[in-house]
């Protein structure tokens, strides 16, 4: 067993990560819990699944365990990669130590041609000697085999690849959701959630996660024989949005119409074209399309942002939508945002429907 193996080292002990483990079968991996304690923030550890290829090449090319180990996490999603390097920890730790944390950065994926290129930038600029020995990305795409193509980006990444390139024993990829879900599980939520709707929770009921970023992620949780929770990323922010109508507005369902054009779609338009960060701006564009009498020049100014010799726009800034409803500024900004909740919110509801 490979994850055996690599526990070898005194560090990677069972004993100094978690009291309890749990098997979540071939979708997830072995998950462990760091204990409770005072602190306001968890830990959880997610190892390579025993038949994960990456972990072969390491033991193909005999990589020991470093006295010093590093580890290397990052959260790649669709606009930013935010990285972090840090010193496995000594003993039991609910949460890594400070001292024990490298180098952290943000990197904005639109600046670098490839992600192997953004991980050398980082390594360089951490300025170690040595490669992480071990690195875990949770990426904003589905993982095949190690392997992961970023839609919205135009990136491929490959676990192994990224492994033998920077010369570290193993880079193990996971769907970004699939860490949300995990990391959804160290909450207090006495202290860090929000209480939408106040009603009792049924234990060991499925859970369903949805977020909106550059794209829309989803996934949802269930519990296994032992009762402990696994999950299953998805891709459901590409499945068909259903337009709403309210009284005899058929504002949605004109939309719909618009973005078909714009996408040339033949038949569909996915949810993820409204409920995210693009989904901004596609309902914005309408609007300033559907009633331009109401355009804020200045605050449409900043949501073209630049454009190049040919005046074509170069990158389109939702923020300024959301920054101009918060503000009140802008009429066409706070009806964007207004459909935007809306959608939001309807899918969210479709979702609990669903599990």
Same mark, same amino acid.
Request: charged share 25%.
């Given at each position: 067993?490979?994850?055996?193996?690599?526990?070898?080292?005194?560090?990677?002990?069972?004993?100094?990560?978690?009291?309890?483990?749990?098997d979540m079968g071939s979708g997830a991996g072995k998950q462990y819990v760091a204990?409770?304690?005072?602190?306001?923030?968890?830990?959880?550890?997610?190892?390579?699944?025993?038949?994960?290829?990456?972990?072969?090449?390491?033991?193909?090319?005999?990589?020991?365990?470093?006295?010093?180990?590093?580890?290397?996490?990052?959260?790649?999603?669709?606009?930013?990669?935010?990285?972090?390097?840090?010193?496995?920890?000594?003993?039991?730790?609910?949460?890594?130590?400070?001292?024990?944390?490298?180098?952290?950065?943000?990197?904005?994926?639109?600046?670098?041609?490839?992600?192997?290129?953004?991980?050398?930038?980082?390594?360089?600029?951490?300025?170690?000697?040595?490669?992480?020995?071990?690195?875990?990305?949770?990426?904003?795409?589905?993982?095949?085999?190690?392997?992961?193509?970023?839609?919205?980006?135009?990136?491929?990444?490959?676990?192994?690849?990224?492994?033998?390139?920077?010369?570290?024993?193993?880079?193990?990829?996971?769907?970004?959701?699939?860490?949300?879900?995990?990391?959804?599980?160290?909450?207090?939520?006495?202290?860090?959630?929000?209480?939408?709707?106040?009603?009792?929770?049924?234990?060991?009921?499925?859970?369903?996660?949805?977020?909106?970023?550059?794209?829309?992620?989803?996934?949802?949780?269930?519990?296994?024989?032992?009762?402990?929770?696994?999950?299953?990323?998805?891709?459901?922010?590409?499945?068909?949005?259903?337009?709403?109508?309210?009284? =005899?507005? #058929?504002?949605?369902?004109?939309?719909? *119409?618009? &973005?078909?054009? +714009? !996408?040339?779609? %033949?038949?569909?338009?996915? $949810?993820?074209?409204?409920? =995210?960060? #693009?989904?901004?701006?596609?309902?914005? *564009?309408? &609007?300033?399309? +559907? !009633?331009?009498? %109401?355009?804020?020049?200045? $605050?449409?100014?900043?949501?073209?942002?630049?454009?190049?010799?040919?005046?074509?726009?170069?990158?389109?800034?939702?923020?300024?939508?959301?920054?101009?409803?918060?503000?009140?500024?802008?009429?066409?900004?706070?009806?964007?945002?207004?459909?935007?909740?809306?959608?939001?919110?309807?899918?969210?509801?479709?979702?609990?429907?669903?599990?």
């Amino acid at each position: 067993d490979n994850s055996c193996r690599r526990q070898q080292h005194p560090r990677f002990q069972p004993s100094a990560c978690t009291h309890q483990r749990r098997d979540m079968g071939s979708g997830a991996g072995k998950q462990y819990v760091a204990p409770e304690t005072e602190s306001k923030t968890k830990t959880v550890i997610v190892a390579p699944k025993h038949e994960a290829p990456a972990m072969d090449w390491a033991m193909d090319r005999q990589i020991s365990i470093p006295a010093e180990p590093t580890l290397l996490c990052a959260d790649v999603g669709g606009t930013n990669s935010r990285l972090h390097l840090f010193r496995v920890p000594d003993g039991e730790v609910s949460v890594v130590p400070q001292s024990c944390m490298i180098y952290q950065a943000k990197y904005a994926n639109a600046h670098h041609e490839s992600f192997s290129h953004v991980v050398k930038d980082f390594l360089e600029k951490a300025g170690q000697e040595a490669p992480p020995y071990l690195g875990c990305f949770a990426v904003a795409g589905v993982v095949v085999d190690n392997k992961c193509n970023l839609v919205n980006l135009g990136w491929r990444l490959d676990g192994n690849e990224i492994a033998k390139e920077m010369g570290m024993a193993s880079v193990h990829l996971i769907n970004d959701f699939e860490a949300q879900g995990y990391g959804i599980l160290t909450l207090d939520e006495e202290k860090e959630c929000d209480v939408i709707q106040d009603v009792p929770k049924t234990p060991g009921a499925p859970i369903a996660l949805i977020g909106a970023g550059t794209g829309l992620g989803q996934a949802f949780m269930t519990t296994g024989q032992n009762g402990d929770y696994e999950v299953w990323p998805s891709e459901g922010g590409h499945k068909e949005f259903a337009p709403r109508q309210e009284g =005899s507005s #058929r504002l949605q369902t004109e939309m719909m *119409q618009y &973005l078909q054009i +714009k !996408f040339s779609a %033949k038949s569909r338009i996915s $949810v993820e074209r409204i409920v =995210s960060g #693009r989904g901004i701006a596609n309902i914005y *564009q309408f &609007l300033a399309w +559907k !009633f331009p009498e %109401k355009i804020n020049k200045e $605050v449409h100014q900043q949501f073209l942002g630049p454009s190049d010799s040919d005046r074509r726009v170069i990158q389109q800034n939702p923020a300024a939508v959301v920054e101009a409803a918060r503000e009140e500024t802008c009429e066409l900004c706070l009806k964007a945002m207004d459909l935007f909740v809306g959608a939001y919110g309807a899918e969210a509801g479709v979702m609990a429907l669903k599990f």
